[in-house]
Each structure stands twice: as C-alpha cells, then as structure tokens.
T-cell receptor, first 112, second 111 residues
Framework: SQTIHQWPATLVQPVGSPLSLECTVE??????LYWYRQAAGRGLQLLFY??????ISSEVPQNLSASRPQDRQFILSSKKLLLSDSGFYLC???????????FGPGTRLTVL | GQQLNQSPQSMFIQEGEDVSMNCTSS?????WLWYKQDPGEGPVLLIA?????ELTSNGRLTAQFGITRKDSFLNISASIPSDVGIYFC???????????FGTGTSLTVIP
C-alpha cells in the first residue's frame, strides 16, 4: 500500500518561532507531493507542490517554504511563525499514473 | 489559485433521506474527484471520474462527470449518521500538476 505519514500530529508554537513539518510516503517512487493548509475545517489552500527531489513550486507568497531532500520526503518550514499560520496542514501525493490525490492524516498547528 | 464553486455550503437532513451536492468550474477539467473529511483527519477519496458523462457508484454514493466537463454531482442515498462530515470536490485540467478544490459541503444527519 502507499502510505503517507505526517509528523507531528499536533503542534503549538509561539509567534516568531521556527517550524518544520515532515511528510514521508511509502510504497511509491518519485511521487508528486503537495502541501495544503486548511483553515477552520473548510477549503484547502495549495501551498507547494513538488514533482521531484529539489523541485518545488510555490502557489502562494508567504513566510513558509518547502523542501524535498529525498524522493519520499517533503518538508514544510518557516523561519518565523505568524498567528495567521495556524491551521491544519495536509500533505498529499498523487497516485502514480492517475489523476488521483491521497492525503495524509494532517498536522494541527496552533500559533500563540 | 482557482477555486471551484460547491453547493450547498451546508445541509441538515434526516436519517434515511437522499443528499445531492454539486460543483462547478469556469474551466474544463479532465478529472473530477470527490472526498469526505471527518473532523481532525485528512480527506478520503470517495470517487474518481475521468470521462464526460461518466456515472460511478461507490456503495450508496453516486457521482457524475458533467457533460460540459465544467461540473460534477455527488448523490448519497438513504443517509446514515456516519455520513456526517465535509464533502469536497476537486478537479484537474489537462495542464499543470495542481488539483483545484471546492469550498466544501458540510453534511449533518439527524437520527
């Protein structure tokens, strides 16, 4: 099976602190990977997507960044968190050869 | 990025009733997807549609790919309490790697 792991599951961080969220996938090679943010349980906002190692496309200008150091690893980072960065962060992968997208369990981030 | 228009925004129905929701886009898509999200979890793919006019079922769920390729519909028959959640549509065109999502339909089933 193709599994998506996200770490951590929940996180509470003060404003101005750094952030690192990790997404790893199993059972597939060279997947297209995606980071989304969801506010208040509605609407998924695409933040970044990656079609391969070191290849990152940004959809929304913000104080977040993404990296893909390994084929099955996708990392979302920030140097200084803002209150508005609070939300539910979802990692997703595209099914190989198909236009289908599968989501990880998500990370709930609260910035205080 | 592009956002799809999904309606209704919320629904409150009695257990056993049928449910219909739809999604429209200003662009043509070659794939339509329908997801269900439970609180605190990631969305789960319910149905994928690949051809205009295609009608696909998954248990009590039926989804259709609109003829114009700019819309899609999801029906749930004989709703039960575990159908509660937020339903999202998503679409993808011929170019690019992005999937575009609807704003969601929140479904509440009253026992």
């Amino acid at each position: 099976s193709q599994t998506i792991h996200q770490w951590p599951a929940t996180l509470v961080q003060p404003v101005g602190s750094p952030l690192s969220l990790e997404c790893t996938v199993e059972g597939t090679s060279n997947p297209n990977l995606y980071w989304y943010r969801q506010a208040a349980g509605r609407g998924l906002q695409l933040l970044f997507y990656s079609v391969g190692i070191g290849q990152i496309s940004s959809e929304v200008p913000q104080n977040l960044s993404a990296s893909r150091p390994q084929d099955r690893q996708f990392i979302l980072s920030s140097k200084k968190l803002l209150l508005s960065d609070s939300g539910f962060y979802l990692c997703a992968r595209q099914r190989e050869g198909r236009n289908e997208q599968f989501f990880g369990p998500g990370t709930r981030l609260t910035v205080l | 990025g592009q956002q799809l228009n999904q309606s209704p925004q919320s629904m409150f129905i009695q257990e056993g009733e049928d449910v219909s929701m739809n999604c429209t886009s200003s662009s043509i898509f070659n794939t339509w997807l329908w997801y269900k999200q439970d609180p605190g979890e990631g969305p789960v793919l319910l149905i994928a549609l690949y051809k205009a006019g295609e009608l696909t079922s998954n248990g009590r769920l039926t989804a259709q790919f609109g003829i114009t390729r700019k819309d899609s519909f999801l029906n749930i028959s004989a709703s039960i309490p575990s159908d509660v959640g937020i339903y999202f549509c998503a679409g993808r065109g011929n170019t690019g790697n992005q999937f575009y999502f609807g704003t969601g339909t929140s479904l509440t089933v009253i026992p």
